[in-house]
């Protein structure tokens, strides 16, 4: 059973690497003219945060996220690692 625990983790970071390195190199593929593909994308989350104030504590929430082909591409290239390891 941990071994199974275990991949999962392990599978989850792959993803989140995929997905951040791509999403990186799409990012610095918008400046180059015949890459302009890899950074189309969209963004969604909360555009303005949450604030939660309890005259004690202030707690402020927010979460965006920016999806582009290149982070797709990178999360389908990290699943391909996974499954070769």
Do not use: C, Q
């Amino acid at each position: 059973m941990a071994t199974r625990e275990k991949n999962i983790w392990i599978l989850l970071v792959f993803l989140l690497s995929g997905l951040v390195i791509g999403g990186l190199l799409g990012e610095l593929a918008s400046h180059v003219d015949f890459l302009w593909w890899l950074s189309y994308g969209e963004s969604f989350g909360l555009a303005s945060p949450i604030t939660l104030d309890l005259n004690i504590v202030e707690l402020t929430f927010g979460l965006m996220f920016k999806i582009n082909v290149a982070s797709i591409i990178g999360m389908v290239i990290a699943i391909f690692i996974y499954r070769k390891v």
